[in-house]
């Protein structure tokens, strides 16, 4: 690497540490739950975060945008949401000089850097679909018109678990565009401690701004130059491939619970989380245990279980951590 990158590195580890240091003024414990929602975004890519209600999801990514100076928008997802509601309206305007009248489009909350699309599965597919292009192409097309996003751009969608009733679950298309599925857990007893004297007092948090969208841009860019070995991406191209339940040598428990495994694009997304795992940490070159630890996230919304799965309780998460054991 060039000195000029490892410079880079060692400015996005510093980065790394000023901008957790300023999410824990705000969000107690979660350290893990923090760094894979920072290392998606570095790899400029979509989180969807998992967890009952009450456990901070919001506040993480409206902190986060906050602390990076982003803008910041949330959409909250209800059954009669349009797609217009999103993406964005045209409206009829008169020219008061001429009398001459014209379309003009309103841009919608999707125009912004951080978008938080809370409880996502409860709009129907038709207004979820609406963030379809927007994820993958970073535009907005409306009317015949195409309409750039700014840059960077991050959908970070929220899902509860427990209420499933008049939910309208994400199809598999939609869901491959997420580069992690997060779940956040309860706290333990001593964070939730913490959690109740500080919102329950006059506490209040003055966040600095760490970083600008030109900087995140440029560290995003230096992710991507990080070197990777080629037998690194061999093993993980592997481990992906024995998520199939029609490869040959994928192991029983994928061949008995697995309808659909992962593609393509599990790979890419493992080896760039790997380079942004080991570039937050500040070293220069991911080995394959940094594949397995952004592994759970990538995998567990592509590796589809079948009925016996489901009739035995097995989850997607028990199955990439058996592939797991048999990679390392």
Known sequence: MKDSDVEKIEELQNSHKNITEEIHKIIVGQQEIIDQVLISMFCNGHSLIIGVPGLAKTMLVNTIASILDLSFNRIQF???????DITGTEVIEEDLSTGKRSFRFIKGPIFSNV???DEINRAPPKT?????????????????????????FFVLATQNPIEQEGTYPLPEAQLDRFMFTININYPNSKEEIEIVKTTTSAYAVDLKRIINAAEF??????????????????????????????????????????????GPRASQYLVLG??????LDGRYSPSFKDVCYVAHPVLRHRVITNFAAEAEGISSDEIIEELLKTAR
Request: charged residues 20%.
């Open 274 to 279: 790997a380079k942004a795992k080991v570039a």
């Open 78 to 84: 209800t059954p009669d949401l349009m797609p217009s």
């Open 217 to 262: 841009i440029n560290l995003q860019k230096m992710i991507r130059k990080i070197p990777v070995a080629d037998d690194i991406i061999e093993k993980t191209v592997t481990l992906v491939s024995l998520t199939r339940p029609g490869n040959q040598s994928s192991p029983e428990i994928v061949k008995k619970y697995v309808a659909w495994g992962a």
């Open 115 to 117: 978008i938080l699309a």
């Open 128 to 152: 979820q679909s609406a963030l379809l292009q927007a994820m993958q192409e970073y535009k907005v097309t409306h009317g015949g018109e195409t309409y750039a996003l700014s840059l960077p």
